[in-house]
């Protein structure tokens, strides 16, 4: 399986950026997909999931109501967008996005496990919220 994530970039507070993950590979109709990130001098955190039925999972609390995750199937690709609107300073990250083999969202007990059920991953793209 490879990731490639694109959209990046900077933006003004109050803002909006769309990302796109391209995921190609063998049997992706079985795979869930998340959007990650990692800020500075922090851990990799979780952001949403998404599941190939289209169920999702936020992870972080604080993107509720403004980031939205979304999927669309084509032969040997899976194309996830992670739309973001209404963007705050701490959402200034390296972006993600990564396989989970199961057909589920993961969930972890512990948030710094959760990293560790995402098995293949892209190279990231930065988004930098700042006026």
């Known amino acids: 399986v490879q990731l490639q994530a694109y959209g990046g970039g900077l933006v003004q507070p109050g803002g909006s950026l769309n990302l796109s993950c391209e995921v190609s590979g063998l049997r992706l109709e079985y795979y869930s997909i998340g959007w990650f990130r990692q800020g500075p001098g922090k851990e990799r955190e979780g952001v949403l999931c998404?599941?190939?039925?289209?169920?999702?999972?936020?992870?972080e609390e604080s993107v509720k109501g403004r980031f939205t995750i979304s999927r669309a199937n084509a032969e040997n690709t899976v194309w996830v967008y992670l739309q973001m609107s209404n963007l705050k300073p701490e959402d200034t990250a390296v972006y993600y996005c990564?396989?989970?083999?199961?057909?589920?969202?993961?969930?972890?007990?512990?948030?710094?496990?959760?990293?560790?059920?995402?098995?293949?991953w892209g190279q990231g793209t930065q988004v930098t919220v700042s006026s």
């Open positions: 998404i599941s190939p039925s289209n169920n999702n999972l936020y992870y």
């Open positions: 990564a396989t989970h083999p199961r057909p589920t969202c993961p969930e972890m007990p512990i948030a710094t496990l959760l990293p560790h059920a995402y098995d293949s």
